[in-house]
């Protein structure tokens, strides 16, 4: 049974993570807490696993080791009924959108409604409509997916995100590849979401920028660790090396520009030095 | 040497690998079964895409299959001045082996290469797992009502294939060679046994139905996620279950007519 949740305390808390895929140790020792009520970026370089954690987060993959508590839930702990439970509280936005190819944006929108609840039709219309309207997509309810820009998909997915009125939702690079109009729609459509619905934001994202004006907190992954976590403006005062090379974008500094490999003389030379097994 | 034997127990371990993700999946499959009783409706619509649009090859090429069969038929039988047989070499032909075991493999060409690459799609945009995160299971709303829909679509296509072949068999027999029109039914209907002949027959298109359905469901879902990936399994849907067909065929004749 979930343990009653305090207002205050944190939405997430992730505690001595590992995670390895293969050979790849994605997670080392993760441990990190993302607020409730607050928009959180969880930034790091691209492969530093960010996506997967949202689907640690998410109950899709389970941890090698350490522990993820939502809502004071323990993930990997839970049932697969009392899982889908938890999911219908959880709305995730996926980098491209994930809609169903089949459906139309109404549809879309009213899946989740039509496998979850027994509305009547003409009160789930209403639904759909008003989280279309909230997206500004009231008018674009009868296209197919197909058909939309890579914007419009995100903002349709969105709607469906909180088509269940989730109290989380994570966003999965929410604004890479878009143009500059429509990556201001998503940033307001991210910070307003968040505080009408009251609703806890967790973004993955290497957008340096945008995520930093947007976040309430910010949490530096590299290595498969935590390596920086705060209030944006605190993180910029008192950034380690690798915080300042990663937020600053500088090429070369504590994160090489090199893939580490064997020297380049030796390379060159074509000498290979064989390993001891 | 010892290189050649790892590579072969590598491949070998991978594809029993395969074999136990196959059967998991397929037990996952099963255990969501109560789906399609309790919202038909998804399956009705599988039906139609893997069923009734499979429907005008299925009945083109059982024409054609039945019109060959009644040439054939007829050039080897007036020679022992058995033309009059033709209807029971055709019907029996058909039912037995060719309805059953042409449509799998057309059912695989077109319904099964469709599936996967359906599902391989779904699962490359991600589809299934936004799914999955709208705490819908896949197994359920997208797995299970298409396997079902595969299965109890094929031994209704088979049985339209042979249909359809028999009726070929009588344009070409009846109208073009002039054999007997009511011999080639009377003859039909006295060497055709419904239990040997007919039942064995759906016996094997259901069997197929399921080996086709499972093996195009699966390798949607194993498929992997980038485009390469969905052609593999794409082709190796439609040759696995080919390949799977005629041996299944061969043990089922075996199993049916051996001990006769």
Not at chain 1, 207 to 226: F, K, N, P, Q, Y
Not at chain 2, 18 to 37: C, E, K, N, Y
Request: zero cysteines.
């Amino acid at each position: 049974m979930a343990e009653p949740v305090a207002e205050d305390s944190p939405h997430i808390v992730i505690e001595n993570l590992r995670f390895r895929r293969g050979r790849k140790v994605v997670f080392e020792d993760l441990s990190m807490r993302i607020p409730r009520g607050q928009v959180t970026t969880v930034m790091g370089p691209s492969g530093s696993g960010k996506t997967t954690l949202l689907r640690l987060i998410g109950g899709q993959l389970r941890p090698d080791g350490g522990r993820i508590w939502v809502d004071g839930q323990e993930v990997a702990r839970l049932s697969t009924r009392r899982l889908y439970a938890l999911r219908k509280r959880m709305g995730m936005l996926f980098q491209s959108g994930a809609l169903l190819t089949d459906l139309s944006v109404f549809e879309n929108v009213a899946f989740p409604l039509r496998e979850h609840t027994d509305l009547p039709e003409d009160v789930l219309r209403t639904l759909v409509l008003l989280k279309l309207e909230a997206v500004g997509l009231r008018s674009a309810r009868d296209l197919d997916p197909a058909s939309l820009s890579g914007g419009m998909a995100r903002r349709v997915a969105l709607a469906r995100a909180i088509a269940l009125d989730p109290d989380l939702i994570m966003y999965d690079e929410p604004f890479t590849g878009l143009d500059p109009i429509t990556m201001g729609q998503i940033v307001t459509l991210i910070r307003r979401t968040n505080q009408s619905l009251g609703l806890t934001s967790v973004l993955v994202s290497h957008d340096v920028t945008e995520a930093m004006a947007i976040s309430d907190h910010v949490v530096l992954i590299a290595d498969g660790r935590a390596v920086d976590a705060g209030a944006p403006d605190d993180l910029r005062a008192r950034a380690s090396d690798w915080s300042a090379q990663f937020l600053e974008g500088r090429p070369d500094g504590p994160v090489p520009f090199h893939y580490p490999g064997d020297g380049y003389r030796e390379d060159l030379l074509g000498v290979r030095e064989r390993r001891d097994d | 040497m010892i290189d050649a034997i790892a590579s072969l127990g590598r491949s070998s371990l991978n594809a029993l690998v395969v074999f136990g993700r196959a059967f998991l999946f397929l037990l996952q499959v099963l255990a969501s079964l109560d789906i399609v009783i309790r919202r038909f409706g998804l399956t009705v619509v599988q039906i139609y895409s893997v069923g009734v649009r499979s429907l005008l090859i299925i009945i083109v090429s059982g024409l054609f299959v039945g019109m060959v069969l009644g040439y054939q038929g007829y050039i080897t039988l007036v020679n022992f001045g058995a033309a009059e047989a033709l209807g029971g070499v055709v019907a029996l032909s058909l039912v037995r082996e060719l309805g059953p075991v042409v449509t799998a493999l057309l059912f695989a060409g077109r319904a099964g290469s469709a599936l996967t690459a359906e599902l391989g799609l779904m699962k490359t945009t991600e589809q299934l797992s936004a799914m999955e995160m709208m705490a819908v299971n896949p197994y359920r709303r997208i797995f299970a009502p298409r396997f079902v829909a595969g299965f109890l679509s094929m031994p209704l296509l088979a049985a339209i294939f042979s249909a359809v072949g028999v009726m070929g068999g009588y344009i070409v027999g009846v109208g073009m060679l002039g054999v007997d029109s009511g011999a080639y039914f009377s003859q039909m209907q006295s060497v055709t046994d419904w239990n040997e002949d007919v039942l064995s027959g759906v016996i094997k298109s259901i069997v197929f139905g399921f080996v086709v359905t499972w093996i195009a469901v699966f390798q949607g879902f194993n498929a992997m996620p980038t485009s390469e990936g969905i052609s593999r399994a794409t082709t190796q849907t439609v040759v696995v279950s080919s390949l799977a067909i005629l041996g299944l065929d061969f043990i089922l004749t075996g199993l049916m007519f051996g001990a006769g």
